[in-house]
T-cell receptor
């Protein structure tokens, strides 16, 4: 149980375009999901907390207008990177919170902006 | 967040030996900790968790020890295997809080 999926696993896009990443909890409902980004050989950096039916809470320094988060259902949260630039290239990982505050992570999405 | 952009420390062990990965935390309010394993190109995988009312918890081939006095926890892996090679993280947070704080992880390399 407690499986989280992400789609797509890899995406390459041109600078200036927008990219949407989906995060789904497959066998449980998640009122709270989290979005992280990770640069090579570094730790996970929390970007925002996504709450079903309400606005996301962004961490300091994360632009909410650039990283749009929508949590429209108990099993789906989406992250849209708007007007992507090469510096947005990173590994984006989502997680869904379980009943004991543990987090179950998705497999990640590798974004490359050319 | 409190995640840091540092190069990760590395622990090299021989296959079959036991591994001990250490983790320090600074927030006294943290009372719930999880060990995650992250293989290259993948998301973190849950290994084991521990709450602050416990000093020790055992799983399959793994043991987590928590020392609240010095704000330190460790993950012991018995009979380390090549498949254990990964980066290990020990985020913590309030038991009923909303966020886990990830610090720098530790790279475990298993030599055959």
């Amino acid at each position: 149980g407690a499986v989280v999926s992400q789609h797509p696993s890899r995406v390459i896009c041109k600078s200036g375009t927008s990219v949407k990443i989906e995060c789904r909890s497959l066998d449980f409902q998640a009122t709270t999901m989290f979005w992280y980004r990770q640069f090579p050989k570094q730790s996970l950096m929390l970007m925002a907390t996504s709450n079903e039916g309400s606005k996301a809470t962004y961490e300091q320094g994360v632009e909410k207008d650039k990283f749009l988060i929508n949590h429209a259902s108990l099993t789906l949260s989406t992250l849209t990177v708007t007007s992507a630039h090469p510096e947005d290239s990173s590994f984006y990982i989502c997680s869904a919170r379980g009943q004991y505050n543990e987090q179950f992570f998705g497999p990640g999405t590798r974004l490359t902006v050319l | 967040g409190e995640s840091v952009g540092l190069h990760l420390p590395t622990l090299s062990v021989q296959e079959g030996d036991n591994s001990i990965i250490n983790c320090a935390y600074s927030n006294s309010a943290s009372d719930y900790f999880i060990w995650y394993k992250q293989e290259s190109g993948k998301g973190p995988q849950f290994i084991i968790d521990i709450r602050s009312n416990m000093d020790k918890r055992q799983g399959q081939r793994v043991t987590v020890l928590l020392n609240k006095t010095v704000k330190h926890l460790s993950l012991q892996i018995a009979a380390t295997q090549p498949g254990d090679s990964a980066v290990y993280f020990c985020p913590g947070g309030p038991r009923y809080g909303n966020k886990l704080v990830f610090g720098a992880g530790t790279i475990l390399r298993v030599k055959s």
